[in-house]
């Protein structure tokens, strides 16, 4: 029997859980006034008067009405708005009656989720619960929102060895409890943080979180129903934002400012992403089958090694990616992939974007390169 189950006492999930149907309604009583509410929904629905939109969010009483009234439609603005377009696949293997729990590579804050969000209601599959960084949920407005739209937290902090433990510990059972006795899906990232080189790696920190609620390793993860999952963006976002942070962290620490998530957040909704697919791999229950090695750790690194290869096998590889490899090597070596004209149009967002940094022009391009190059050269070098 699971450790999840034995848990009878949901209270102890209050500080990290979000908020039920009732709390949506008297969250959104607050909220609905404030200048920060009627900026954002200014920015999705600018034909609307400040009386309709008010008048929106005055409705929302739960959950379902959020998504349904707001969640939904503002990404699809959005992604009208900032992208050439949305696609999908692997979805017709889910049955709605099941939960799953999705292993998602991490590119952009809000969207990697949210865009999940939109494909599961548009085709009558119950959305999924969204793990969230702590940090994140405590930025003004977007934790009331965030938590009213399924999303739970996930400790980042400092604190004792001792309290960093019982918070990853009680994680770890609420997304057990979540999935087995609640039946509800939940969405986790499979590292702490964005992928800012373009190199999408399942940390096995992730993973040993999950198994500290689970009795058995490999029957602890194939109760979980993983379905691996990759988001693919033809243009990052966050481009220039991830190119400072990684020439900046060169030599020395990286230390975030506060109004950094913030901005990252804002990049993400707001900056062009070109085409957006959405792939969901092969179930991770039948691979375990295979999986001959003993011990946690061993099996844990085995599971993680499955992860990486389907998600990094169902990347997209646009144009854009080989055309990033050329420029970085200096070569023509995947010149099939593109024209000269994408190839064009690609220099010269390069250019746009690197006249917005400070530093070595050279180390500054090569690490912007390489956020595009990196999925291809990985690519060619596990074919090696």
Known sequence: MSKARQIIAPEVYDNLRPYRDEEVAEVFGRIVGTPQFLLIMKYL??????????????????????????????????????????????????????????????????????????????????????SFGSNLLEIDLFGDVGKSNKMFTAYRGEGTRKEIYDKTLNFSRYVRHTVLNENHSVWLTQRNGRTKDGLDRTEERVLKTLNMSAERTLE????????????????????????????????????????????????????????????LGKPLAPELDKITAQGDSEQIKCITE???????????????????????????????????????????????????????????????????????????????
């Open 45 to 130: 629905w600018p034909e609307k008067t400040d009386g309709e939109l008010l008048a929106i969010g005055a409705e929302i009483n739960s959950t379902h009405e959020l998504q349904k009234r707001i969640m939904h439609p503002g990404i699809r603005r959005i992604i009208e708005n900032s992208s050439s377009g949305l696609s999908c696949s692997g979805f017709d293997q889910l049955d709605k009656d099941n939960a799953y729990v999705f292993i998602s590579n991490h590119r952009d804050i809000f969207l990697d989720a949210g865009i999940l969000q939109i494909l599961l209601f548009e085709l009558d599959i119950p959305t999924t619960e969204v």
């Open 220 to 279: 602890g993860f194939a109760e979980l129903n993983i379905i691996p999952m990759t988001i693919s963006y033809e243009y990052d976002p966050c481009d220039l934002l991830k190119t400072r942070e990684l020439y900046e962290s060169r030599d020395r620490e990286y230390i975030k400012s506060s109004d950094e998530d913030l901005k990252s957040l804002v990049s993400g909704v707001v900056d062009f992403k070109g085409r957006i697919h959405v792939e």
């Open 306 to 384: 499955i992860l990486d290869i389907e998600i990094n096998d169902n990347l997209k590889k646009w144009p854009v990616n080989y055309i990033a490899a050329d420029l970085l090597n200096d070569a023509r070596e995947f010149s099939s992939k593109y024209n000269e004209d994408e190839k064009t149009r690609f220099e010269q967002y390069v250019n746009n974007k690197l006249d917005q940094l400070d530093g070595n022009p050279v180390e500054l391009r090569q690490m912007f390169l390489n956020i595009y190059a990196n999925p291809v050269l990985r690519m060619e070098l596990q074919r090696v």
